[in-house]
């Protein structure tokens, strides 16, 4: 079985913001593989099915971000049973708007629900889907950044960022995370080349390729960040 946990705040209020990108992503996904949702626990939602003849779980926790892993780790030992099948979604300060990177194991790069899950594991070998969201502003703090909404710009390349990632998460599924590494990963890093400063006038707007040659456009106590 895979479970694919993709990480936000529950409530309309954080519905919009950079944080909830990894909701964003395993709704999509849910919806292309015609999973529905429930509630687990007042935890969690979660879906069941299949895809590529695989077993698939997604789950979104609703325990806040900075306590993610409360949710995380009692669904990994009861239907994983401590398989490294995982991967959990989630935006990533480091990466520009539009890019995202597969990878597995590692620490928490500053994220609050990552590191939340680490600690309730106590074990980093599970693959991560890193969604960019830039770094914020100069005098703007990472945390009040994150629970920002998008700008109206990116809102409306967003449908595209977040298709791109659902199709790389069922790549993972289907044909094995390290096809997925190679095909997903490799197109970002030829991309990053494409971007590297150009002579004066000859800079052009260009889109993030997907895996399959379309563009995308691109915490505390009970806390949520």
């Known amino acids: 079985m895979w479970i694919i946990v993709g990480l936000g705040n529950p409530g309309e209020p954080y519905r919009l913001t950079r944080h909830n990108a990894g909701f964003w992503v395993v709704d999509a996904f849910a ?9 687990y626990k007042r935890r969690a939602e979660i879906g069941r099915g299949r895809v590529g003849g695989e077993d698939v779980l997604v789950m979104k926790p609703l325990t806040f971000m900075n ?4 949710a995380v780790a009692p669904i990994w030992r009861s239907f994983c049973g401590g398989d490294e099948r995982m991967i959990v979604v989630h935006d990533d300060l480091d990466l520009p708007f539009g890019r ?10 500053g994220h609050k629900g990552v590191e939340s899950i680490l ?17 914020p502003a100069e005098g703007q ?5 994150v629970l920002s909404r998008f700008r109206p710009e990116e809102l ?3 449908p595209l960022v977040v298709s791109a990632a659902a199709e790389a998460l069922e790549t ?9 590494m190679n095909r997903y990963n490799i197109i970002q890093r030829q991309w990053d080349r494409r971007e590297e ?7 052009k707007t260009r889109q993030a390729p997907t895996g399959k040659g379309r563009t995308v456009a691109g915490g505390k106590e009970e806390t949520d960040g």
Request: zero cysteines.
């Open 119 to 135: 600690e309730a594991l106590d074990w980093d070998g599970f693959f991560r889907l890193k969604i960019g969201i830039g770094r």
């Open 172 to 180: 993972v599924v289907r044909e094995g995370p390290e096809r997925a």
């Open 100 to 109: 995202m990177k597969l990878r597995k194991g590692g620490g928490s790069g």
């Open 156 to 158: 409306e390349g967003m």
């Open 141 to 145: 703090t990472p945390e009040a950044y």
């Open 67 to 70: 306590r993610s892993g409360e």
């Open 197 to 203: 400063p150009q002579k004066e006038g000859e800079r």
């Open 31 to 39: 919806q292309r593989q015609g999973i529905a949702w429930k509630p």
